[in-house]
């Protein structure tokens, strides 16, 4: 091999190394950025994952308060239900013995009445046996 030959050998060596290790920076920086990205994407994606496990609980809590007001409305709603049965059940007796009460008041006054009749038809009749023997 001639020395030509060999320096042309070499020439084309050190161009494929520099070319080689131009090639090995732009991976490095390439695998660099690459992991800036990665570091980035990673972050963003630990802030959204505790964004969303806080608007989870914030979401529990605010469900787990919709579900106790819910039930406390739920049993006042029952209760006052019965509360209203109870009344409805109570004027009902109320207006039964009310009406029970009057017709009571106008017996006692019917036969009141009928007592006086009685009485002022006795006088009449008295009256009319008095007047018969004298006239």
Do not use: P
Request: glycine share 2%.
């Amino acid at each position: 091999v001639s020395k030509n030959e060999l320096d042309w050998f070499n020439r084309d060596l050190e161009i494929q190394v520099k070319k080689w290790q131009q090639e090995k920076k732009e991976n490095q920086d390439n695998l660099k950025a690459l992991r800036n990205t990665a570091k980035k994407h990673t972050d963003t994606n630990d802030r959204y994952s505790k964004t969303i496990d806080e608007k989870e609980k914030q979401y529990n809590t605010y469900l787990n308060t919709y579900l106790e007001t819910s039930n406390k409305l739920a049993n006042k709603k029952v209760k006052l239900e019965e509360l209203i049965k109870k009344s409805q059940d109570d004027c009902q007796e109320r207006v039964k013995r009310a009406v029970e009460a009057e017709m009571s008041v106008l017996k006692n006054w019917k036969e009141t009445e009928v007592c006086k009749l009685n009485g002022i038809a006795a006088n009449a009749e008295a009256n009319l046996k008095m007047l018969s023997r004298y006239g």
